[in-house]
Nanobody
Framework: QVQLVESGGGLVQPGGSLRLSCAPSRSIFTLNALGWYRQAPGLQRELVATFSSGSLTNYADSVKGRFAISRDDFKNTVYLQMSSLKPEDTAVYYC?????????WGQGTQVTVSS
């Protein structure tokens, strides 16, 4: 079992920034993948950014150049730095991990981009 504890969501104006954090209950080094998905109302959950196979990163085209995923192995935490936020980035953001072929999800944190 892997528990994922997220923090950092909130309300921000268009063009603003937010940083999300996710701390897994198991060592990052035991996870096959770790990253972020999001789900907007009425839409399917989609990949935002993720680490896989160690340090390989993958980003959704819609966030490239604006979002950055990073990790602090000492703190066992993964971050999503979101900049130049747009109203269409409004969604519930979920931390996601894969260990031994099994998917794990955090409880989700709301990000709302609105003036």
């Amino acid at each position: 079992q892997v528990q994922l504890v997220e923090s950092g969501g909130g309300l921000v104006q268009p063009g603003g920034s937010l940083r999300l954090s996710c701390a897994p209950s198991r060592s990052i080094f035991t996870l096959n993948a770790l990253g972020w998905y999001r789900q907007a109302p009425g839409l399917q959950r989609e990949l935002v950014a993720t680490f896989s196979s160690g340090s390989l990163t993958n980003y959704a085209d819609s966030v490239k150049g604006r979002f950055a995923i990073s990790r602090d192995d000492f703190k066992n935490t993964v971050y999503l730095q979101m900049s130049s936020l747009k109203p269409e980035d409004t969604a519930v953001y979920y931390c996601h991990a894969v260990q031994n072929g099994r998917d794990y999800w955090g409880q989700g944190t709301q990000v709302t981009v609105s003036s």
